[in-house]
């Protein structure tokens, strides 16, 4: 294990400990300040399509965003894990038609629209740990998103990269690997700011 994955395991483990401490009121209350101020980006409040995803466990709350892009006709696209661990899509249809999937996910029961549907995206919503001012981002290792990103790159594709967090899980540096992806924006219960060196 070199420096940069010890210290992701390290970064991953203080901001999970950290998640722990939650209460059910507190993720509840994230969720609602983050849609809001997840509107405030002008890349959101514009986007026409939005690849998100259903939060899970002590992640910050994304069902009161999905529901608000949702009502203001936004296409929002879910991701369905696929068994080696890539993500499909579907549509989101409303929280009735979200189903219990593998891992504790929530996954919608529409037409799967392969992997590639994520490049017609306006943004892509990501979930993570920690991100730095430098948009480095801190997934939780599976790597289904450094698929997603590194499938957008390679199309060409330039959707703005925005990752959900709580405030204090935006930290001084990430440490980074070749593969990683810097994202464009956090978002937070406190508000959304861009990141430095990101568009």
């Keep these: 294990m070199n420096d940069e994955t010890s210290g992701k395991a390290s970064l991953r483990r203080e901001v999970l400990t950290a998640r722990a401490l939650l209460t059910s009121q507190n993720i509840e209350e994230a969720g609602a300040l983050l849609a ?5 980006l002008p890349e959101l409040a514009g ?19 999905l529901d608000t892009l949702r009502s ?16 499909d899509w579907a549509a989101y ?24 549907a994520v490049l017609a995206a306006d943004a892509v919503l990501l979930p993570g740990l920690a991100v730095d001012g430098r948009g480095m981002r801190l997934g939780r290792g599976g790597g289904s998103y450094d698929r997603v990103l590194a499938r957008l790159a390679a199309a060409g594709a330039r959707p703005a990269l925005v990752v959900l967090l709580y405030a204090n899980e935006v930290v001084a540096r990430v440490p980074e690997e070749p593969h990683d992806h810097p994202v464009d924006a956090v978002v937070t219960p406190a508000g959304a700011r861009r990141l430095t060196g990101n568009p």
């Design 47 to 65: 986007a026409r399509t939005v690849a998100a995803y259903v939060s899970v466990g002590r992640e910050p709350g994304t069902r009161a965003l």
């Design 93 to 116: 249809e409303g929280p009735e038609h979200l189903v219990p999937a593998g891992r504790g996910l929530r996954e919608p029961d529409g037409v799967r629209l392969g992997p590639a």
């Design 36 to 40: 809001s101020a997840a509107l405030d």
């Design 72 to 87: 203001r006709g936004v296409r929002v696209l879910l991701p369905v894990l696929l068994p080696d661990n890539d993500l």
